[in-house]
């Protein structure tokens, strides 16, 4: 079982609002990424890190920021959120590289109204 | 335009049947992945495949990678409701280090 979790699980937000939501992992993983999933679409990459202190933007256009300042901890923040950022955000981890089994969180389920 | 596209996009079976979802792209992949999400979790892995031509069984699970590594199948053998989820494939370009991931296959099994 993976040991990866993502808080909050729902948020519902209004506009302009500045958010962070929470991705930790205990598995010691140097490789943490985030996804953006929509129903009927692929999986986007939004954000991805290869160890502390590294932050890389994905493939995906995103208004959001990253961090990594701590393995375990891989925090993204909207600083004002807006309708067009209401999806669902999957935070994932992997061993080596990006394709070996990636773990995944949860998810956050983000409204913005 | 999606590197990995899969089909059918929807499959409601009745317990017990069989039943196979399709990943295909015109991209040569050094390995694919397959997972499945479940309502309000995130995507679990089934398993990888490497070789061109390589079948993989899970139990009544078995995928196939291309022999051309471009397109992949999953086979499901009397499914049953708890194979209910969206299957997802995942794939390593050649030409690139991360995954990228199709669309799904939304599978219902109905008891």
């Known amino acids: 079982e993976a040991d990866i979790y993502q808080t909050p699980r729902y948020l519902v937000i209004g506009t302009g609002k500045k958010i962070t939501l929470e991705c930790s992992q205990t598995?010691?993983?140097?490789?943490m990424y985030w996804y953006q999933q929509d129903p009927g679409m692929e999986l986007h990459l939004i954000h991805y890190s290869y160890g502390v202190n590294s932050t890389e933007k994905g493939d995906l256009s995103s208004e959001s920021t990253v961090s990594r300042i701590r393995t375990e901890h891989f925090p993204l923040t909207l600083e004002s959120a807006r309708p067009s950022h209401t999806s669902q955000y999957l935070c994932?981890?992997?061993?080596?590289?990006?394709?070996?089994?990636?773990?995944f969180g949860p998810g956050t389920r983000l409204t913005v109204l | 335009t999606q590197l990995l596209e899969q089909s059918p996009q929807f499959l409601s079976i009745q317990e017990g049947e069989n039943l196979t979802v399709y990943c295909n792209s015109s991209?040569?992949?050094?390995?694919l992945q397959w997972y499945r999400q479940e309502p309000g979790e995130g995507p679990v892995l089934l398993v990888t495949v490497v070789t061109g031509g390589e079948v993989k069984k899970l139990k009544r699970l078995t995928f196939q990678f291309g022999d051309a590594r471009k397109d992949s199948s999953l086979h499901i053998t009397a499914a049953q409701p708890g194979d209910t989820g969206l299957y997802l494939c995942?794939?390593?370009?050649?030409?690139?280090?991360?995954?990228?991931f199709g669309a799904g296959t939304t599978v219902t099994v109905r008891a």
């Open positions: 994932a981890s992997s061993e080596y590289v990006s394709t070996d089994t990636q773990y």
């Open positions: 991209s040569v992949f050094s390995s």
């Open positions: 995942a794939g390593e370009p050649t030409n690139d280090y991360k995954l990228s």
């Open positions: 598995m010691g993983h140097d490789k």
